[in-house]
């Protein structure tokens, strides 16, 4: 199976909160990481979590780490049609910095 | 004011055809990388070089072969392409071996036919 794994799509109304979730399988993750790619546009870090927090949150962005089930979640508050995107699920493990991507989850924000 | 940029956007070829993607940062980082993604999206790691210096280089065909001519660039060339080619290439950059946060070009669609 896949070492990152999400769900490949969520339709959210505006205004609404959407919960994009992730699970990973490796329990010697470092760092968990969200990426936002828009269209035609490259991958950007979002925010990132490290291993030994539980929670962490930025404006409208929740991150929630809940390592006994190896899952990780990203709740966006208040979502506008601007976060229409792909969001992407990444994970570093041990020494290395290089992450090991999800496949992406694409959020549709409809009016 | 472009961070990391590549070229072409759009690359279409036949099969046999030899190729480049070009990327630059403007970012002074050391460390540039390259990305595959396929048509299942997903996302795996090719090569990385730290201040012209190959770092990583995953399980890559050797028809790939990247070059860094100075520590703001990164290419990549591919000799006899196939189709199994057919991916978005990925350009990013980070300060360092041991940043954890990369910086992605706009990507590059490379058809094979």
């Known amino acids: 199976g896949e070492d990152v794994e999400q769900s490949l799509f969520l339709s959210v109304r505006e205004g609404d909160s959407s919960v994009i979730n992730c699970t990973y399988t490796?329990?010697?993750?470092?760092?968990l990481y969200w990426y936002k790619q828009e269209p035609g546009a490259g991958l950007q870090l979002l925010t990132y979590i490290f291993s030994n927090m539980d929670m962490k949150q930025d404006q409208r962005l929740t991150v929630l780490l809940n390592k006994k089930d190896k899952h990780l979640s990203l709740r966006i508050a208040d979502t506008q049609t601007g976060d229409s995107a792909i969001y992407f699920c990444a994970e570093t493990l041990g020494g290395s910095y290089i992450p090991t991507f999800g496949r992406g989850t694409s959020l549709i924000v409809h009016p | 004011d472009t961070a990391v940029s590549q070229t072409p956007k759009y690359l279409v070829t036949q099969m046999g055809n030899d190729k480049s993607i070009k990327c630059e940062q403007n970012l002074g980082h050391d460390t540039m990388y390259w990305y595959k993604q396929d048509s299942k999206k997903f996302l795996k790691i090719m090569f990385s070089?730290?201040?012209?210096?190959?770092?990583i280089n995953e399980t890559v065909p050797n028809r790939f072969s990247p070059k860094s001519p100075d520590k703001a660039h990164l290419n990549l060339h591919i000799n006899s392409l196939e189709l199994g080619d057919s991916a978005v290439y990925f350009c990013?950059?980070?300060?360092?071996?041991?940043?954890?946060?990369?910086?992605f070009g706009p990507g590059t669609r490379l058809t094979v036919t």
């Open positions: 070089y730290n201040n012209k210096e190959l770092i």
């Open positions: 490796d329990s010697s993750s470092t760092y």
């Open positions: 990013a950059s980070s300060l360092g071996q041991t940043s954890y946060e990369q910086y």
